[in-house]
């Protein structure tokens, strides 16, 4: 995750937390399973629903996430 997200994150407001969960994507073949792990984030707001606000990444692996997303994802639309 780039610093640029994570700076976004936290200028999150103060009843919000912001949890992580790890998954991982598996794929198998003949002799073995490999395992690649993926961060998912979540904010949780004091009187709303828990959101997701894990980043979209584009083509070249930079996150399509703006302060306007954080911002209405904790106002609970």
């Known amino acids: 995750m780039t610093q640029q997200v994570l700076n976004e994150l936290e200028n999150r407001p ?5 949890y992580e969960m790890v998954q ?3 794929e198998t073949n003949l002799n073995s399973i490999e395992c ?5 984030l ?3 707001c004091t009187g ?17 996430i703006s302060q306007s997303t954080v911002s209405s994802n904790t ?3």
């Open 36 to 40: 690649t792990p993926f961060v998912r």
């Open 24 to 26: 991982y994507q598996c």
């Open 42 to 44: 979540f904010l949780k």
């Open 48 to 64: 709303i629903p828990t959101v997701e606000v894990t980043p979209e990444y584009d083509q070249y692996g930079e996150p399509m």
């Open 75 to 77: 106002k609970g639309e």
């Open 14 to 18: 103060d009843n919000c937390k912001l």
